[in-house]
């Protein structure tokens, strides 16, 4: 069973034990003065160890005061006029620790020193790039399962992913012979013009061939000619790939969310990137 989504007022917040906090995924301004206590009571109810919480900057201050930290921050995020900030409250100190700070920071380190991408690499003629359809659903589902031993949204079930597909998620992809070789997705806010570039997958027997670069620059295109104003991602702290991916795309590293998501089987951190497109 994973995590659910839900309304509270007019914002959007996602919770459940899979990831063991609150998502406050999209804060609506109008309830800037009600939402802290009632996700605090959610938190309380459920014995939750994090909120996590996506706010703009005019709210920044009011979460300060009631024991959130800023662990991220992307700029221009809304629209691209106002900020957003990426914000923790823990209800557990043993959550609060990074047991694997020095493999988070080699990782960081070594996706800092990447020079950026001169040009991106064509695909050769046995591949072919397209974006993924309703009926590609089942296998995609497919190719999450063998890729992710967990993941924060349900991405395992062909249902999920058809759904997201008519809301706000466009998924892209590659094929060899007629079947997926990697996917990712670009998970929309077109009203205030982000987009989270997410859902990164090769299949193992094709890395190598530089596929999420490939799908990144692709994507970029496509919410460039939407309107979207600012990418991000929320990647794992201990990918070497996904980190050197987002910074030799140019990508600015703007902080890390502390055990912040059920990915790969366990609780992970997760390092934000940006880049205005």
């Known amino acids: 069973m994973g995590d659910t989504i839900l309304k509270i007022g007019n914002s959007t917040i996602q919770h459940g034990k899979e990831n063991n906090r609150i ?3 999209k804060m609506d301004k109008r309830d800037t003065f009600d939402i802290i ?14 909120i996590f919480a996506k706010i703009p900057a005019s709210s920044k201050q009011l979460f300060l ?45 070594t996706a800092l020193k990447k020079e950026k991408v001169k040009r991106i690499f064509s695909l050769n003629e046995h591949f072919e790039y397209r ?11 497919d190719v999450y399962k063998l890729i992710f031993e967990s993941y924060p949204f349900p991405i395992h079930q062909p249902s999920y992913i058809q759904k997201t597909m008519e809301k706000n998620i466009e998924y892209f992809g590659v094929w060899h012979k007629g079947n997926i070789v990697a996917l990712a997705s670009s998970e929309m806010d077109l009203e205030t013009q982000n987009v989270e570039m997410t859902d990164f997958a090769t299949l193992p027997e094709y890395r190598g061939n530089k596929f999420a670069l490939y799908l990144l620059d692709k994507m970029e295109q496509e919410m460039h000619n939407k309107g979207i104003k600012t990418a991000y991602t929320i990647a794992r702290a201990v990918s070497y790939g996904m980190n050197s991916t987002f910074a030799k795309m140019g990508y600015t590293y703007s902080g890390t969310l502390v055990n912040n998501t059920n990915i790969s089987g366990s609780l992970e951190s997760m390092n934000v990137w940006y880049k205005p497109i």
């Not at 409250?89 to 959550?95: G, L």
């Not at 974006?131 to 589902?141: F, G, L, N, V």
């Open 65 to 109: 005061d009631n024991e959130y930290v800023i662990e991220a921050n992307v700029p221009n995020f809304y629209k691209g006029t106002e900020d957003a900030f990426f914000m923790g409250k823990y209800f557990s100190a043993e959550r609060k620790i990074i047991h694997n700070q020095a493999t988070i920071e080699h990782v960081l380190e």
């Open 131 to 141: 974006k993924a359809r309703p009926q590609d659903a089942p296998e995609m589902a």
């Open 23 to 25: 998502y406050l995924m």
């Open 37 to 50: 206590p009632k996700l605090d009571e959610l938190a309380k109810q459920h014995n939750y160890t994090k």
